[in-house]
DNA sequence: TAGATTGTTAATCGATTAACAATC
DNA sequence: TAGATTGTTAATCGATTAACAATC
């Protein structure tokens, strides 16, 4: 296997790439070149190639790729050839947006229990999930084997949630919080930081102000 | 003012920033050091004061940097000391999530109005705000002089919204719907690819299985 | 075979880090 | 003044782009 580290930039390109050549096989669209998907995704041709060479010959000289080939092949790049035991904890707006989605489009991440501290909330259920007290979190993460903890919760209980997820075995948090959490590093992270989304439109609406005369 | 270029990696640093300096701030530390911040934030020293110098000169040779006007700049610099007329276009579990958000934390982004498509949601109230018909969008739009819209709608409607906001003349678009966006220069984009997201840690998860054997 | 397009090396560009003079 | 730390230039590093030989 490549045992490089792949580098974050490309990290962040891979998902793109596996969206537009999904789109491309709803269109029944067969082959691509890199000069066809450059116009198509913005990468320039030449990244493209560079990319997908980080994990393999994927096209074909004189001709290009096959998008069903290349779709399939980077959905087991990223790791979607299999299916993850998730857990979400915290059942506001937020966990339950994220439960509703891969509970309809069934794309790998099952939502096997639902956590929350709220009294009122442990025992309802949610598309067929019930909530559980956060407070037994980490036994349940270590006996059914949760490979993905996604963490709703507020800022202040982030970080314990997180280390009950750690001892109980998690592989990954997607972690909603806005604080940067500690994990030990065999420990995959990736934090979706709102707030500070929010916060680089505000400075891009002002940048183009100035530029374009408010 | 500074119209050069800022890169879309200080943009991103911006946002961190603000985060820990408010952290600072509830601390009742009053200065801090480029090295000292280092520690906290992950960043060099070098980089950080290299990223400040972007936009001015806030510290003090000898001493360091005030918390309290480093944190005031870095709003002025994001465009945080004024308030956004905001709204919300998809009334679902992730729009009802973001203007929770924002209602509660009062940071700035004033929910005006929430729009759908869907008429057993349309005249229901949502933390006082009244959802609209997303017909009525453009208009609304224009004559309240929206500056953001928040795309909680799905891919195959997103680009129509997204059409209606710039017809009336909003300055930025937070986007959550998994599509690439078309709109013109001057209107600030910034999309929240959620399912990008969750790929990249199916990724990094699978990394990390190699990298410390499975 | 000729044309097209990949895979890959080399060149360029931009971002990060190091170094240090300026200065509080 | 001496010590500390910034602001800023120079060096390094890494990522992107260009070029082209390989080859289908």
Redesign the interface.
Known sequence: ?H?HK?SNAI??R???Y??YLGYLQTKGIKKISSSELSELI?YTASQIRQDLNTFGEFGQQGYGYEVDNLYKEINR????DRE?KTVVIGV???G???T??TYYYK?G?NIMGLFDANPDIIGKKFNDVEVMDVANLEEYVRNENI??GVICVNRESAQSVADSLVAGGV??I?NFA?I?LEVP??????S?????????????????????GE
Chains 1, 2 share one sequence.
Do not use: C, T
Not at 193 to 212: G, N, P
């Open positions: 296997m045992h792949v990290i962040r891979l998902p793109r596996r969206r913005g790049i990223l790791g979607l993850y506001g707006n937020l339950q947006a994220i509703n989605y794309i991440f490979d993905i592989k990954g997607w806005p940067d590093d065999k420990v995959a992270l990736e979706v930081h709102l707030s500070d989304s929010l916060h680089a439109l505000s400075f891009m609406i002002k940048s183009k102000a100035e530029e374009y």
